[in-house]
């Protein structure tokens, strides 16, 4: 079940027709890019989107294997954009990878409001402007009080009512540590328009019970990690791939390891083949290790300084302005980085590209 949705499917699910899950592959949560500091549009409290940027960083990540892009996850700072510069950000990349030959790399648009009709509003305008998957944060605010009934429950009356294919988001670091268990996961897992979960934690026990429970119908419901440092372990157990932040650095490092991963599973495996993953899989660790710092901004700063994209202060408040040491804390990450962008450049050279 690999294809891409046709993007007029979906009025309501209501336990209706069976959707599919997004084509497996790599993803990357995309950073959202904002006016340069020194450009006429610059604003220092609500800088505008720089489409143009977003445009090439998008095409960099698609020429390099990426599969598609999740648009407004917690990367792409979408609790700061109001509803209109969300739909204007869709619909600016559906049209640049639609008019670069690419319309079959589907755009995950991510929704983090609690109210179910918020939630619902945000899925229907996303489709509208070319979406094809909604990825819904689970609802946090009062995580320590919200019971696994009431958690299936919410997302079910979500997926009952969405005009698009539903992804869970659980990432437990901005949702104030709500838990979804994997119990819950096979029960929402069974609903005809859940199709996937991106998890952004690093319990692999509670991976391997979704992403390997018999008992959860697997062509139906992917299971990705949220986290490149964690992508083979998690392709052995059965999730499918990653929606990855280094990946949005380094597109085809981690399509490389995801490739090698399914071409020896088919063919089988070597120790050739063992090596160089196990190899490729620490180089990421390696790179993941500022992602985990620092996040967002921490990604910024890489793309900024490592291949001239978009602006490494370039951020919205209370995220503006980049790493607090500058060029004291990019020299912590200087080396790794380096080293990362010859190995990418290499297999671009190579032609080891999407």
């Known amino acids: 079940m690999d294809s891409l949705p046709a993007r007029t499917n979906g009025t309501n699910a209501s336990r209706g027709a069976q959707a599919s899950p997004p084509p497996k592959g790599i993803y990357v949560p995309v950073p959202t890019f904002f006016a340069k500091e ?4 610059y604003d220092a409290v609500t800088p505008p989107l720089d489409l143009e940027t977003q445009t090439e960083h998008s095409l960099f990540l698609v020429k390099g294997g990426i599969k598609g892009l999740v648009i407004l996850g917690s990367t792409g700072e979408a609790i700061f954009l109001r509803n209109e510069e969300r739909k204007e950000l869709i619909a600016s990349q559906r049209k640049a990878l639609d008019n670069a030959g690419y319309k079959d790399r589907p755009i995950i648009a991510g929704t983090a409001t609690q109210q ?3 939630t619902l509003q945000l899925v229907k305008e996303s489709k509208e402007a070319g979406a094809e998957y909604a990825m819904v944060l689970g609802p946090g605010y009062f995580a320590p009080a919200t019971s696994q009934e009431g958690i299936r429950k919410w997302f079910e009356a979500i ?3 969405s005009v698009l294919p539903v992804m869970i988001y659980h990432y437990p670091g901005v949702t104030n540590n709500l838990y979804i268990a994997p119990s819950t996961f096979e029960k929402l897992a069974a609903h005809p328009n859940i199709v996937g979960t991106k998890l952004s934690h690093g319990i692999i026990d509670d991976q391997t019970l979704i992403a390997a429970n018999p008992r959860i119908d697997h062509e139906h419901f992917y299971v990705f990690t949220g986290l490149g440092q964690n992508l083979l372990p998690v392709l052995t157990i059965g999730g499918v791939a990653a929606i990855d932040g280094l990946a949005g650095v380094f597109p085809r490092i981690v399509v490389r390891l995801f490739r090698i991963y399914n071409e020896s ?3 089988g495996t070597t120790k050739k083949d063992i090596d160089e993953m196990r190899l490729l899989q ?6 993941e290790k500022l992602v985990a710092a620092w996040g967002v901004v921490g990604i910024k700063e890489a793309l900024a300084r ?3 994209m978009g602006s ?6 209370p995220l503006a302005g980049g790493f607090q040491d500058g060029e004291k804390e990019w020299s912590k990450w200087s080396e790794v980085y380096q080293g990362l962008k010859e190995m990418e450049e290499q297999f671009k050279a190579e032609g080891k590209e999407g």
């Open 306 to 308: 490592v291949w001239g």
């Open 265 to 267: 599973a088919a063919r």
């Open 116 to 118: 179910i009709d918020d």
């Open 38 to 41: 020194g450009t006429s549009a």
């Open 159 to 161: 997926a009952d009512r």
């Open 282 to 287: 620490y180089r990421i660790c390696e790179g």
């Open 312 to 317: 490494k202060t370039g951020g919205r408040l």
